[in-house]
């Protein structure tokens, strides 16, 4: 299935897998889906991933994490949209939450959270807010 916006996909199969309390949940995998489970791996908001080596496509796995039965990721929201794009410099970086989420930028520097983005001095296109 061909989908308009995979990352928005990728974001609503994890939002979905939270709200079932699914251990893991299967993705389509790419190089711009496996950066960004990379990114909220090192955040601490899943567990780990890994690629399913499949005969078709290769499947993201992302194992997702819970504390005491809650899940780390409380919401995920896209940003830049292909009908949209939205873009920051480096110096209108956004905070999620009182600094609580962290935004995700695709930038010259490949994808970078806010905080790594403000510490490289680099703006970008901002991908989606995790909190």
């Not at 080596?53 to 993201?60: A, G, P, S, T, Y």
């Not at 796995?61 to 794009?85: D, F, W």
């Not at 959270?113 to 807010?129: D, N, P, R, S, Y």
Request: charged fraction near 25%.
């Amino acid at each position: 299935m061909h989908t308009t916006d995979p990352i928005a996909d990728f974001l609503t199969r994890i939002r979905n897998a939270v709200k079932a309390k699914k251990k893991f949940v299967d993705i389509p995998s790419s190089k711009m889906k496996i950066s960004l489970a990379e990114i909220l791996k090192n955040n601490k908001f899943i567990r780990d991933y890994n690629v399913v080596e499949d005969n078709k496509q290769n499947v993201l796995r992302v194992h997702l994490q819970y504390v005491n039965g809650t899940p780390s990721i409380t919401g995920m929201k896209r940003i830049s949209k292909p009908g949209l794009k939205s873009y920051v410099g480096k110096d209108e970086l956004p905070r999620v939450l009182n600094g609580l989420g962290m935004a995700v930028l695709s930038t010259p520097k490949g994808l970078l959270t806010g905080k790594q983005a403000k510490k490289e001095a680099v703006g970008g296109e901002i991908i989606c807010h995790v909190w």
